[in-house]
């Protein structure tokens, strides 16, 4: 049975109200000026205040290198599954039920677990990269792998991905060409869902780069949260609103479709 008008307002209040409390209760918090007992801006003209520099210069710190690590987990990723993904479905399909177990299987993995798995790898890579912490993006492609294929693997389930790649193929087009100007604009929503998801796991991530001894934001704060408790919160808003805004951006333009034009009639000659 579905619900009647009165009913869906209630639903939507409720759920509104789930996520409206804690984030009004995040904005109070950082207005508050607990010497004084009122509200004001001073936390948040803090993080730009020149005296403070020092004080939050980790954190800009590990913003910078969640964003340099958003970026190459992101490529990382769609990179090396996409055109694997699309392989094993066109011409290898008794594979893809190994491929989702092997894509599927880091979900079901304790981060504690993998980073024990990691360290071994990642002295190899210390000795070879330095301790950048971009090189957090070959155990954070490792993290957000299921994410990313349910994302791919759903568009690609909505098209009709073999016709499309046999008709591209029957007009004399390569393999890279089906690739880059037939499949991937077909699957511009889930390569999109997938970088959205992505990036969210990436800067929310904490465990992994704490004990690789690896700097991104979420460290980061937790460094700075011990001196002053109300910049975590600041930041923590000011992602909700990052991701809000990236969520619509993408949106718009995984929404957008291309508008098709018909193609010109053919004139033929009438004999004389």
Known sequence: MAPGRVARWVILLVIGAVFAVPIAAMVEFSLRD??????????????VDPA??????????????????????????????TPTLILVRLRFPRLVR?????????????????????????????????????????????????????????????????????????????????LFTVLVPNLRVGLLAAALISSAAVLGEFTIASLL???????????VSQQDPFVAVILALLALLFGFVLLTVLGRIGGARPVATAPAPRRTRVPA
């Open 98 to 178: 190994v491929l989702e177990f092997v894509c599927l299987l880091p979900i079901t993995i304790p981060a504690i677990v993998l980073v024990v798995g990691l360290t071994p790898m990642y002295q190899v890579v210390g000795r070879t990269f330095g301790p950048e912490s971009w090189t957090l993006a070959f155990a954070y492609g490792v993290l957000v792998l299921p994410y990313a294929y349910r994302a791919i693997a759903a568009n690609l389930d909505a098209i009709d991905a073999r016709t499309l790649a046999e008709a591209a193929r029957s007009l004399g087009a390569s393999w890279p060409r089906v």
């Open 34 to 47: 607990t010497p004084k007992g009122t509200h004001d801006l001073t936390h948040w003209a803090a993080l």
């Open 213 to 223: 001894n690896r700097v991104n934001l979420q460290t980061a704060l937790y460094v």
């Open 52 to 81: 403070s520099a020092d004080q939050y210069a980790p954190v800009w710190q590990g913003l910078i290198a969640s964003l340099e690590l958003v970026v190459v987990t992101v490529v990382l990723v769609l990179v090396l599954l």
